[in-house]
Structures are given as structure tokens and as C-alpha cells.
């Protein structure tokens, strides 16, 4: 009788529930939002965005100052496998969090004076969050695939969460149909993967095939097993999707411009980042063995994104959308590190702090975005950047160091990210990659200095015959709150600091 | 005749495909939607066939894990296309065209 509960006793004894409070207490704060609107009167109900941001903060504290060694539970595995807690984990934690609280601060200037309910997106908003957490430190494919689809049906919310809004829907509905499409591909080569690491026909076949550790070891003696390949191959064409890699980013520009811009910036930043935690696990500790076939195909997806995302983003005029593209090219950067980290170990520290150089720009530039244009739909074209350093100089200095940084000017931090991506590329001897990188670097700087252009220098217009009525109308004067010229002026700041001196965190993210 | 695990995995593939090209040459959103259903059993099938194949029952868990969350999946895209259809009266793909550049 013993023998046949031991195995129930072993996996019920590694259920560390401390092992993830932090997801658990994200959980809870999302639950105690909807609780807290049924409770609050009507009059009170303004202040559950202020209890959502807050709660974040001190769990981001409490991460940052009591957590750092993950409860205990760095390089344990919990749940019977299906979690691993290591370094990565822990740092995509801290990550998403300060995704999640800037995701927050811009949905309270966006939300603010619609006819929608508000309490819900901070709520999915969490949800959200912590199931990206998850996702980052899944070690069993079932795990993963739970944690994606959470994911996943959050933002199908939150991209059509403007529902007065067609374009909104539109965008909804396209970003639901091909993630839905993705996800398909991804089982499907999970359902292989899970065949083949089990079948008894093979040597080494695993009782569980689905958790990364046992797939690798069966795949070490497998490499070149077709159907294994053809199911790494779908698992990586799902995971391509989350990053938008070349060519499954047919979504990212008219999903970006439907969106509204907090859930824009969410995507941009937090499905991204996702999507690389979890390409970093799978590269390096699932299917490192089949390096021979891996590697050109990333390669290829590389090439491809970063050429397609450069080339177009050249041509256009809607903020969004350019967002959106350069992203892709931004994420064919970091696949170059991704490959690099097979080859160097430290490149997976480059690739994490290109990450965070990412999310201080992407948000200083998202941020101006909210504030320049809080009706949706409306004053993301170029044109409506005319004169802003004219009109308010606070944003248009917060936008200069946003785009500088991410099209890589010396010295703000984006320089740096990409210098050190660039340096374990050559190490690995990925020359060709590096040259594709470098050609895509100087194709950026040419919409990025169109934008900073449009918004800095004066029109100049041929004057036919009166100078004065040439001068473009003043935009109406909108007082910044104190707390946005904290936030937006700290994200600026913090870039220009980071490309001086970057210690503290390439310490923190050279442990890994 | 015996029924082996490699009819199973033809059979799946096959209605992976119909989805698949499903999902891309159909105009109708409900259609479409259908169609992504249809990817994720024929996922079903093949975990349930290598379930039985190897032995172990992972893959059978699994499939109530994937049934779930296409019942989740189900209930917020059907919402989604209710609405548009309220605002736009069309769930032709062809008709809804305003994110354009």
C-alpha cells in the first residue's frame, strides 16, 4: 500500500506554494479589485486603479528586497516538475512587474473620461502578469502552454477592450484568429515532441516526455529524429508569433494601431519579453542537442526579421505601426543573441538587459504617445508630432531620448544593449548575423530621426504670402501632472543613465 | 484490418490541414473560427493516439488541459465577434478593412 502512495506523496510534497507567492499575490490583489468594486461606494470606486498600482509596488518591492533568492528556491524544481525557478525566472519577474505598473499608469491617462468599466483592465491586467510570470519559469510543456493561452486570452480582452470603438474589435478579432492559428502550431508540435520522447519503439523514450529536462536527455541521443524536428521546428514557429519574428508578424502593425495605447505598449513589451524567456529555456535546455538544425533556422528568422522589420518600417506614417515594425526589428536583434547564447553564456545576460533598455525606452516613448493622443484612434500619424518641441517641450525631450535610445545613439542605453549584443555575436562567429544586425541598425536611424525630426525642428513652409498665418496653430495647453513628469522624466532619465553606467544592473543580470 | 498508431497520425494531419487552409482561404469569421477549432482536435486525436501508443497518460490529461482552454478561447472570441457584428453588421473578413495604413 505504501508503494503504490509514494509517487502521490512525492509530488504532493514538492507543492512549495512559497516557491510563487508572487504570482499567488497577484492573484489575489486581481480578485480583491472586483471584490473591492462591489464593496466601495460608487464615489470611492476611482480609487481601485490607486490600490492596483500600489499593490504592485510593494509586491515589487518585497521581490526586490526579500525575494531575491526566490523564496529559497533557486535551481529547484517544484509542482512535480512542471515549474523551475533559476535566475532568468527570477529576473522576468521584476521585468514584468515594472511592465505591468507602467501598463497601469498609462491605462488611468487612457481610461480616464470613457464609458468603460476600469476596474476590469486592472484586473486582466494582473491576470495577465502573473501567468507571464509562470510562463517564464514553466519547465513542462503542459505548464507552458497553460501559462501561454492565459496569456494569450488576456489580450485578446485587451486589445478589443475599447469596444465603442470598431477599429478596436477589428484589431481583436485579427490578433484572436492568427494567435489562434499559432497556438494550433505550437500543440501540434508539442503532440509530436510528446510522441516520439515517449514512444517505446525508441531507446531512452521517457515516461515523461513533456517536461524539458527528460525531452533534452531523450533528445541528446535523438538529434536527428525527423518527426522530432519537424515538432521543435512548430514549437518554435508558435513561440516566433509571441516575439513577431519574421513571418509570423502579419499581425503586429494592424494589431498595434487598433489597440489602445497601454495594451500597445503590453504587447510591445510584455509578450515580447515572454516570448524570449521562454526561447532562451527552450534553446538552451530543450533543444540545444539539435544545434545542427536550430541554428540555420533561427539564423534564417533572423535575417528575415530584422531585414523585413527595417525595410518596413521605412515607409510609414502612422506611430503605431512604426512602433510596431521596428519592434520586429528590435526582436530580430535579440534572436541574434538568442543564437549568440548557445555559443557564449553571457549573451543570455545581453539579451536580458537588452530587454530592460527596451522597456525604459519603448515606455518613455508609449507614455508620450498616451498623453499626446488620449482619444484612441486619433493623433497617431506623424504629422500630428509637428511642432512638439515648440508646444511642449517636457514630452518632446522625453520622446528624443526614447527614440535615440532605441535606434541606438551613443551614449543612451540602447547603444549599449546593442553593443553587447553585437560583441557576443562576433564571439560566437555569427559574422553574418552581425552584418545583417549592422545594416538594420543604420536602415533604423532613418525613420527614427524622421520621427525625432518632425517633432523637434520647426516646419518651414515656402511662404507665399504671409508669414504669419504660415506658422502652424498652437496646440491647446495641457498641463502635465506631477507624477507623469516623475514617471516619463525617471524612464528618460534612467536611459541616459544606463548607457553611462550600467553596474548595478549587468551585476544583478551577470549572475545568471 | 488493424488500426495503427500511423492511421491515427495521417488522420490527424489531415484534419490539421483542412484547418489550417481553413483559417486562410475562408472569408466567413465563423467559418474561420471552426476551422481553428478543428486544428486543436486534430491535435486531440494525435495526443490521444501517442497517449495510447507510449503508454503513459500525460497525453490524455493534456487534452482536457487543450479542451478547456479552447472553451475559454470559445467564449471570449465568440463575444469579441458578436460585437463587431453589432457595430459593423458583417462577419466577412473582406468587409472589415479599417486598419489599413
Not at chain 1, 62 to 80: I, M
Not at chain 1, 228 to 254: E, R, S, T
Not at chain 1, 261 to 283: I, Y
Request: with cysteine; net charge neutral.
Amino acid at each position: 500500500m505504501n508503494d503504490t502512495l509514494s509517487p502521490f506523496k512525492e509530488i504532493a510534497a514538492s507543492n512549495q506554494w512559497s516557491a510563487i507567492l508572487p504570482e499567488i499575490s497577484l492573484g489575489v490583489l486581481a480578485l480583491a479589485l472586483l471584490v473591492l468594486e462591489i464593496l466601495f461606494p460608487r464615489h470611492r470606486r476611482k480609487l481601485i486603479p490607486g490600490v492596483a498600482i500600489f499593490g504592485q509596488l510593494l509586491v515589487l518591492f518585497w521581490l526586490l528586497l526579500f525575494y531575491r533568492d526566490g523564496g529559497g528556491f533557486l535551481g529547484q524544481e517544484t509542482f512535480a516538475g512542471m515549474l523551475f525557478h533559476d535566475e532568468l525566472g527570477q529576473a522576468m519577474r521584476v521585468f514584468f512587474l515594472l511592465t505591468s505598473l507602467l501598463v497601469g499608469y498609462l491605462g488611468t491617462i487612457t481610461l480616464a473620461g470613457k464609458p468603460l468599466p476600469k476596474v476590469e483592465f486592472y484586473h486582466i491586467t494582473l491576470v495577465v502578469t502573473a501567468a507571464l510570470m509562470l510562463l517564464a519559469q514553466s519547465n513542462h510543456f503542459v505548464m507552458f502552454f497553460i501559462s501561454l493561452e492565459t496569456v494569450t486570452v488576456g489580450f485578446y480582452v485587451l486589445v478589443s477592450y475599447f469596444r465603442h470603438q470598431s477599429i478596436s474589435l477589428e484589431a481583436g478579432l485579427k490578433y484572436l484568429i492568427l494567435s489562434g492559428v499559432s497556438s494550433a502550431i505550437l500543440l501540434f508540435g508539442i503532440a509530436l515532441l510528446y510522441g516520439i520522447g515517449g514512444s517505446p519503439l525508441l531507446a531512452g523514450a521517457s515516461d515523461d516526455a513533456m517536461n524539458f529536462g527528460a525531452l533534452n536527455a531523450f533528445l541528446k541521443n535523438h538529434p536527428e529524429n525527423g518527426l522530432a524536428l519537424i515538432g521543435m521546428v512548430m514549437v518554435i514557429a508558435g513561440v516566433a508569433f509571441k516575439i513577431a519574428a519574421f513571418p509570423f508578424q502579419i499581425w503586429v502593425p494592424d494589431v498595434y494601431q487598433g489597440a489602445s495605447t497601454p495594451v500597445t505598449a503590453f504587447l510591445a513589451v510584455g509578450s515580447k519579453a515572454a516570448g524570449f524567456a521562454v526561447l532562451l529555456t527552450l534553446v538552451l535546455k530543450v533543444f540545444q542537442p539539435m544545434e545542427a538544425v536550430l541554428v540555420p533556422v533561427l539564423t534564417v528568422l533572423a535575417t528575415l526579421t530584422i531585414l523585413f522589420g527595417n525595410i518596413a518600417a521605412l515607409t510609414q506614417r502612422n506611430t503605431k505601426r512604426l512602433m510596431g515594425l521596428s519592434g520586429v526589428a528590435h526582436a530580430g536583434y535579440l534572436l541574434v543573441g538568442v543564437i549568440a547564447s548557445l555559443y557564449v553564456p553571457w549573451a543570455q545576460g545581453a539579451v536580458l538587459f537588452y530587454l530592460f533598455v527596451y522597456l525604459l525606452a519603448s515606455f518613455a516613448v508609449f507614455g508620450v504617445m498616451a498623453h499626446l493622443s488620449p482619444e484612441d484612434g486619433t493623433g497617431d500619424e506623424l504629422e500630428d508630432y509637428l511642432n512638439l518641441a515648440r508646444d511642449r517641450p517636457f514630452l518632446a525631450v522625453v520622446l528624443v531620448i526614447g527614440l535615440g535610445s532605441l535606434a541606438g545613439i551613443p551614449p543612451l542605453a540602447g547603444f549599449i544593449g546593442k553593443v553587447l549584443i553585437f560583441i557576443a555575436a562576433f564571439q560566437a562567429g555569427l559574422y553574418w548575423l552581425l552584418g545583417v544586425s549592422i545594416f538594420g541598425v543604420v536602415l533604423s536611424i532613418y525613420y527614427y530621426f524622421g520621427w525625432i525630426k518632425t517633432a523637434v525642428f520647426r516646419e518651414w513652409k515656402v511662404a507665399p504670402d504671409d508669414e504669419d498665418e504660415q506658422e502652424a496653430p498652437r496646440r491647446e495647453h495641457r498641463e502635465i501632472a506631477p507624477l507623469a513628469r516623475l514617471i516619463l522624466g525617471g524612464l528618460a532619465v534612467a536611459t541616459v543613465v544606463l548607457g553611462f553606467f550600467q553596474g548595478p544592473l549587468s551585476d544583478w543580470l551577470g549572475r545568471l | 484490418m488493424n488500426i495503427g498508431i500511423v492511421d491515427f497520425l495521417v488522420a490527424s494531419a489531415l484534419l490539421f490541414a483542412i484547418g489550417f487552409f481553413g483559417v486562410l482561404l475562408r472569408r466567413n469569421t465563423l467559418v474561420v473560427y471552426m476551422c481553428l477549432e478543428l486544428m486543436l482536435n486534430a491535435v486531440n486525436l494525435a495526443l490521444v493516439a501517442f497517449s495510447r501508443f507510449n503508454g503513459t497518460m500525460d497525453g490524455n490529461i493534456f487534452v482536457f488541459f487543450i479542451i478547456t482552454v479552447a472553451a475559454a478561447e470559445v467564449a471570449v472570441g465568440l463575444a469579441i465577434i458578436v460585437t463587431l457584428f453589432r457595430r459593423r453588421e458583417t462577419v466577412q473578413l473582406p468587409d472589415l478593412n479599417l486598419l489599413r495604413h
